[in-house]
């Protein structure tokens, strides 16, 4: 049974992948950092699959701690099959207002634990799939995601970089969302963004799986960046 790590795996677009893999008979390590109760949550769904599933509290903020979770997961499953970085700080500040500590913790979460996870699974397994959750964004000037969408941007890079060195052995490909799911939780927020998307609709977790699915898939698909978002990072 092939194993995936799913960082940020406890809600929302993680949780959805999480519940699809092991649908698809993946056993979970499952990443989470302050959603606890959501997390047993998930893990208790997810096990419903009979897929072995463990949870895994690490704050990436802690940049220290993002190799020993590497560690404990092949300790605890022998190898992992697939890396899934989706956990990412989502700020929505512009340059002059983003402080040291809000650019440090973004970078740390948003780019730093992807290419950390991403050098241990390379060093440690050397074999299988990463997928990096990226961001519309990574293709426009948006100024007030500016922290994000710099560390988005980079994470995007890093994903073809690593693609290009490592295709042998390892597929790295990414998924850049669009309006999927509102920061907020209120359908309003989707309501309101959606006439700005050339299709005037928004979309759901269900397109993000259909993605995650043909990069699976796709064996000679290697450092591809799928674009799921109604065509708005084209609108530039
Ligand atoms: N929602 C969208 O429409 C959309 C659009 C474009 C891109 N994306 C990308 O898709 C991915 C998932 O987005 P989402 O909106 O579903 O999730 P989200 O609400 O932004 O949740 C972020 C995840 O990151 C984890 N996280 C936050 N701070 C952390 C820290 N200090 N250490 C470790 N983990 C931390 C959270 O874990 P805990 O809850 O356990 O703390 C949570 O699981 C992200 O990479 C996001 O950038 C989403």
Known sequence: MPT?????????????IALHLAERGYNIALHYWSSKESAEQTAEELRKFNI?????????TNFGSISLLMNQVLEDFNSIDLLINSAANFIQKNIEKTSDLELLDTININLMAPFILMREFKNK?????IINILDERI????STFSAYSISKSALAHLTELS????????????IAPGLILSPSGSSDYLKKRAPNIPTKTHGSTSDILRGLDYLLDSSFVNGEILFIDGGESKKR
Do not use: H
């Not at 293709?139 to 948006?142: D, E, I």
């Open 4 to 16: 995936a790590l799913v960082t940020g795996g406890a809600v929302r677009i993680g949780r959805s």
């Open 125 to 129: 397994v050397n074999k299988g799939l």
């Open 52 to 60: 072995q599933c463990k949870i895994y509290c690490v704050d990436f």
């Open 139 to 142: 293709l426009r000037r948006v």
């Open 163 to 174: 693609a290009v060195s490592w295709g042998e052995t390892i597929r790295v490909n990414g």
